[in-house]
């Protein structure tokens, strides 16, 4: 399974404008036919005024074949595209694949943080071993939905998602783990691999299917 996170810069004040158009004309047009919708949100705390969206395919060959047939559907590219293509300043692609499997929240009502840390290279694959393995006490505090080594544009990166309630409870989670001794070793191991670290805070949008 290959994971694709689109992010989407708009102009400023543009973003309702774009969930509009997506919830009236490009979910219908698009459904899941073109690759499956995993997430859609906007953001709130890190970098603002943009759209995050989360689509899942079989391989890269699928998500190929699937947006060439997306480009060819007259109501996408005449009805959906016209819409947003002028509030749009900055598009990014990042391919994704999980090393953890993709689990929805039990429940909905939740706010939702996209982890994404550069770690020295070829050392992607020795974070997230440490990162699994170091899970069951980090979901003590509170789910990991998925975690990921992107394939491109970096591929000495790696992400993880997680959902909470509220601001309290992330904060709880947080401050909670880190009194845990596996997460402190955990934390001391993976230190010296790290060369940036970002968090991206977001809400769902309406028509997402994560809520």
């Not at 595209?81 to 039990?106: C, D, G, H, V, Y």
């Not at 440490?130 to 509170?142: A, C, I, L, N, Q």
């Not at 989670?173 to 596996?182: I, K, Q, S």
């Not at 060369?195 to 991206?200: C, D, K, L, R, V």
Request: proline share 6%.
């Amino acid at each position: 399974m290959i994971y694709e996170m689109r992010t989407y810069t708009s102009v400023a004040g543009g973003i309702p404008t774009i969930l509009k158009a997506n919830e009236e004309v490009g979910r219908p047009v698009r459904g899941d036919d073109y690759g499956k919708l995993e997430g859609y949100w906007y953001t709130d705390i890190g970098p603002l005024n943009q759209v995050m969206h989360l689509w899942s395919y079989t391989d890269m060959a699928e998500r190929d074949r699937l947006r060439k047939e997306l480009g060819a559907n007259e109501a996408w590219t005449k009805e959906y595209i016209p819409l947003i293509r002028p509030l749009i300043a900055k598009q990014e692609l990042r391919f994704m694949e999980a090393k953890r499997e993709f689990t929805a929240p039990a429940e909905g009502g939740n706010f939702y943080e996209f982890r994404n840390y550069r770690v020295k290279p070829g050392t992607a694959g020795q974070w997230m071993e440490r990162f699994v393995g170091v899970m069951p006490t980090r979901e003590k505090y509170s789910k990991n939905l998925c975690a990921w080594i992107s394939i491109s544009p970096d591929p000495n990166e790696v992400c993880h998602l997680w959902a909470y309630k509220d601001t309290n409870e992330r904060k709880a989670a947080r401050d909670g783990v880190m009194g845990e001794t596996a997460w402190q070793e955990f934390g001391a191991a993976n230190a010296p691999l790290l060369e940036e670290m970002h968090s991206t805070l977001m809400w769902p949008a309406s028509f997402s299917p994560l809520q």
